[in-house]
């Protein structure tokens, strides 16, 4: 297509794809039209939930419909089905990540089974348009974000877990057409992910990307985390020949290895409710070595937490991140361990005024307001005051839980937040923001309680 012709034409679609408008004159809310639910879908919202608090029921509310609702956009190519927006003007794509906390929380409303099938048959169309131009190795991988055209393919994967949020859904609405559709897909990625990340076979992933680009790697995982600022992409330690490159990350990282085991006890525990005896005998196997390999070298008695480690030499890295607190909701602590993690989350290094930020503030790198290096999360403080839970720490649970509940509550719902101010930043109502609603919803927070009515009354 002539340049001419194609600024004509991005000019007209301006109100669809604004990221065709470099000077950012089409508005946000523009970017893609209305969502697939139209703008009374959420009437019913607030019938579907008690709670102790007004205020906790209104931003039940928005969440379900600016996080929720709002992002649940038409087929817009290449992804054939509905699909999950995550938010702002740079974010034009299905997540990995992002979507399963969107997902779990649609399950709750009536009728909404086939949009979540459609969201996840986005991931297994993507697998197989990957697998017909790939080599047999990187078969299977699942992209970081299936971006709509005409934006390029990202040769990387991401925080791995589908399962989870499979599981999720099918805890909700019993979707078996669901786990028809999803186990054996599911099984194929987590293949690719042992095979292409955990190349020295320890049980213990790296972060990695076939563009070679080493913030392309940084990028499968939480962005910039303070562990991995000197990480370097090598060759496959074993694997040659010469279509090979530089693609594979030389540090193991605590986030992404929880997160696998955590996918992985979602996918054992859906493949024994089919009768998949041998499906959940593969996988627990790979729970029982990733579970073993990060107590035996990522455990850090003296920091008090799982660190990351080289992949080569297995040398601890001397920084606590974000991704050091995941073992917690994957279930890889003993209860000793556990304990000794909730000790150190209630020290002054981690009870920011808003917790928890996203690497220790003893840290010379940390601030504040700093991209994975300070700042607090909404979606990470669910996962850890759930973790927390598991263990029995429920009142540090609490606390985390309400205090991020209760300033969003303030500051409005955001991509995340200041640590010390609580002041937003980032995209307004940004999908994943959403687990504002599932930290009250698992009663995880004892100030803002909410629950489903149908279930209060089973």
Known sequence: ??????????????????WLDPWGM?????????????????ADIRSLFESNREDALSLTEDVFRKCILDKIIPPTPPLKHNWVYPGGPYYKGQWIWDSMFVVDLLSILPDKKKVIRDIFQNYWDFQDRWNATEPEYAHDMITVAIKTEP???????????L??????????????????????????????????????????????????????????TFDYECNM?????????????????????????TGNTSYLVLAERSLARLARIVGDHAMAARRQHRIDKAVQAMRDHMWDDTAGTFLSVRRDTLEKIPVATISSWMPLTAGVPTQAMADRMAEVLASDAWRTPLP?????RTDPRWKSRAFWRGDVWPSTNYQIASGLADYGHRTLAADIADKTVANAIKNGINEHYDSVSGRPIGVPDYCMSCTLVTLMLDGLAQKHRLTEKHRKKQ
Request: hydrophobic share 35%.
């Open 229 to 253: 600022d000197d990480l370097k992409l090598t060759p496959h330690p074993t694997r040659t020949g010469p279509d090979e490159g530089a693609w594979y990350g030389d540090i193991c990282v």
């Open 1 to 18: 297509m002539k340049r001419r012709e194609f600024i004509k034409m991005a000019g007209s679609a301006l109100t669809l794809c604004p």
């Open 151 to 161: 934006q390029e393919v990202r040769r990387f994967s991401q925080i791995p877990i």
């Open 163 to 220: 399962a989870w949020g499979v599981e999720r859904v099918y805890r909700r609405n019993q979707d078996k057409e669901l786990l028809n559709q999803c186990l054996g897909r599911l099984e194929r990625f987590h293949d690719w992910y042992w095979r292409e990340r955990d190349v020295t076979n320890i049980g213990l992933v790296t972060v990695g990307s076939y563009s070679g680009i080493v913030q392309h790697a940084r990028w499968e």
């Open 26 to 42: 089409a508005a946000e809310s523009d970017v893609f039209g209305p969502s697939v639910f139209g703008d009374n879908s959420n």
């Open 356 to 360: 928890v930020p996203t690497v220790d």
